[in-house]
T-cell receptor, first 114, second 111 residues
Framework: NAGVTQTPKFRILKIGQSMTLQCTQD?????MYWYRQDPGMGLKLIYY???????DKGEVPNGYNVSRSTTEDFPLRLELAAPSQTSVYFC?????????????FGPGTRLTVL | KQEVTQIPAALSVPEGENLVLNCSFT??????LQWFRQDPGKGLTSLLL???SQREQTSGRLNASLDKSSGRSTLYIAASQPGDSATYLC??????????WGAGTKLIIKP
């Protein structure tokens, strides 16, 4: 199992550009998540999905969009990139939502917006 | 609103020492508390998960405790090794089933 994979690893965007961060998991997990981590801060939840076709907003959804057409894939779309979106983005997945379920993380995408 | 704080932000100790990392949270209504390890350029790895009804969990040289009433957890690392150098993150699963994260403690173990 590859676990959770993310592409690209690094990306530099100009203000106003758009891009999609890819996330794939091969563990047949129901739940998937997108977080951002700013320097010296904890992770913040952007969006999450409880299954194919179902997504919901997290704490910091503005400026982002997601879709979940399959169990495996959960891409994150940035429209009109802004410097405030410079961050490290992590995708994660978990089998279920319960108190015993932990999340498995991808290696992250470091995004810089100039 | 749940807030999670980790102190210290950074810690450097000689190899072989036992050490304690601290995590505090403001709302005791949690489902669990988890400790993760983050290595540079890599994702986060779950170390220990303590359910709200439990007091502690152990895995090898790691022991995590939970005192829900006081809003505190500690991660104890025994006989530290250079390979333990990493950032350790604490997260609580709140009443909305979302993880609320601390900023982490960056640990350096000196050979």
């Amino acid at each position: 199992n590859a676990g959770v994979t993310q592409t690209p690893k690094f990306r530099i965007l100009k203000i106003g550009q758009s891009m999609t961060l890819q996330c794939t998991q091969d563990m047949n997990h129901n739940y998937m998540y997108w977080y951002r981590q700013d320097p010296g801060m904890g992770l913040k939840l952007i969006y999450y999905s409880v299954g194919a076709g179902i997504t919901d907003k997290g704490e910091v959804p503005n400026g982002y969009n997601v879709s979940r057409s399959t169990t495996e894939d959960f891409p994150l779309r940035l429209e009109l990139a802004a410097p405030s979106q410079t961050s490290v983005y992590f995708c994660a997945s978990s089998l279920n939502w319960g108190s015993t379920d932990t999340q498995y993380f991808g290696p992250g995408t470091r995004l810089t917006v100039l | 609103k749940q807030e999670v704080t980790q102190i210290p932000a950074a810690l450097s100790v000689p190899e072989g020492e036992n050490l304690v990392l601290n995590c505090s949270f403001t709302d005791s209504a949690i489902y669990n508390l988890q400790w993760f390890r983050q290595d540079p350029g890599k994702g986060l790895t779950s170390l220990l998960l303590i359910q709200s009804s439990q007091r502690e969990q152990t895995s090898g040289r790691l022991n995590a405790s939970l005192d829900k009433s006081s809003g505190r957890s500690t991660l104890y690392i025994a006989a530290s090794q250079p390979g333990d150098s990493a950032t350790y993150l604490c997260a609580v699963k709140d009443s909305n089933y979302q993880l609320i994260w601390g900023a982490g403690t960056k640990l350096i173990i000196k050979p």
